[in-house]
Nanobody, 124 residues
Framework: VQLQASGGGLVQAGGSLRLSCAAS????????LGWFRQAPGKEHEFVAA????????YYADSAKGRFTISRDNAKNTVYLQMNSLKPEDTAIYYC??????????????????WGQGTQVTVSS
């Protein structure tokens, strides 16, 4: 399984970005995909997850109301739409995949495969 994250960049506070995660596996029916982020000197932080089948979603408190995770089954791609960005959202964002449909798995060790990360920088 290969995951390719893209869409990061530099944006002013209050702005928006959409991250994409393209997956190499055709059949993800029993998988969930999540987004994590890691700021300098900090641990991986869970952001959001979506089940490939059914589309159930789960968000960290910091993401609720601002971020939306979605998936496009035909394109094998998961998106993270980020609105009302804040400087504290600055981090490298990673997509990750795990076997199973539970979306409330928030620990990085619970995910089996990881993408390479994309930098998001929010200026004040």
């Amino acid at each position: 399984v290969q995951l390719q994250a893209s869409g990061g960049g530099l944006v002013q506070a209050g702005g928006s970005l959409r991250l994409s995660c393209a997956a190499s596996v055709r059949t993800f029916s029993s998988w969930s995909l999540g987004w994590f982020r890691q700021a300098p000197g900090k641990e991986h932080e869970f952001v959001a997850a979506v089940s490939w089948s059914g589309g159930a979603t789960y968000y960290a408190d910091s993401a609720k109301g601002r971020f939306t995770i979605s998936r496009d089954n035909a394109k094998n791609t998961v998106y993270l739409q980020m609105n009302s960005l804040k400087p504290e959202d600055t981090a490298i964002y990673y997509c990750a995949a795990r076997r199973g449909l539970r979306v409330d798995k928030t620990q990085s060790g619970q995910y089996d495969y990881w993408g390479q990360g994309t930098q998001v920088t929010v200026s004040s």
